[in-house]
Each structure stands twice: as C-alpha cells, then as structure tokens.
C-alpha cells in the first residue's frame, strides 16, 4: 500500500473528562477532526477501558498510525496501553497538554512520527511556564533599563 494512504488516527486517554475536556477545546480551536477517539476511564463503571481500547483499535487498520495521549506516566491508563505498545503502528505520549495535541494533530502527514512526537514534546514543554516568575523577571528587566 502507498504512503498516502496511512491515516493517522488519534486517541486521547484520561482519568475522568479530561479527554472530553481537550476534545472540546481542540474543536475550538482547530476545529473538527476525523480520527479522534476518547477514552474517559472509570466515569462509567459498567464500560472497561480494555473494551474501550478494543473497539477502538478494531477501527485502525495496519496501514493507520494511532497516535495516544495519556494524562499519566504510570498511571493506570497508559497501563493498559502499554500493551499494545509493541504494535510498530502505536504510538503512546504522556503527560498530555493542549499545546501537544494540537501540534501532533495538524502536522503533516508526510512528517516521520517519531521526529514529530519529540519536536511535539519539546515544543509543548516551552508552554508550561510560570507565568508570575516570568512577569516579575520583566517587570525587573524593565526597572533596570
């Protein structure tokens, strides 16, 4: 099969709603995606996460790329994805944010997803900021000019 015809799928995969949370805003703010599967664990206790997990991988086929956002290393979730973390088509990131998803979601399909997912990493990384430190740091800055 060609190279175009690999589709990325994604999966974001929380503790509670928070993977309806960041579904919600990513429709805000890059809009509607096709692909994009949620696992909002232990919200129902009669639907499993492994069910879960099942009926969405029965959905990407061999060719597709999964790509899954986790809240938690080492939490209970990624866990259970782990397991299926030796398919050469699954991909598993952490310790998600919104600035992550976002990057990962539109980039272009063509780009190597393990070059992807680490400059997605490093980018996302820059956004978590202290932002009093850093107003006091330019306040002070300013002072000194």
């Not at 960041?22 to 492994?50: P, R, T, W």
């Not at 879960?52 to 809240?71: C, G, H, P, S």
Request: hydrophobic share 45%; net charge negative; aromatic share 4%.
């Amino acid at each position: 099969m060609d190279k175009s015809a690999k589709t990325r799928k994604f999966l974001i995969a929380t503790h509670g709603t928070l993977a309806a949370g960041i579904k919600s805003s990513l429709d805000i703010i890059i809009g509607a995606m096709e692909h994009v599967f949620l696992i909002q664990a232990y919200v129902d206790e009669n639907i499993s996460v492994e069910t879960e997990l099942q009926a969405i991988l029965k959905q990407v086929n061999d060719d597709d790329e999964l790509i899954v956002f986790t809240d938690i290393l080492g939490g209970s979730i990624t866990n259970q994805i782990l397991q299926h973390a030796q398919k050469s088509n699954v991909h598993i990131i952490s310790g998600v944010n919104l600035p992550l998803v976002i990057e990962v979601m539109l980039a272009d399909a063509e780009t190597p997803i393990d070059e992807l997912i680490s400059t997605a990493i490093d980018n996302a990384k820059e956004q978590m900021v202290y932002v009093n430190k850093l107003l006091t740091a330019q306040n002070d800055e300013t002072v000194n000019d």
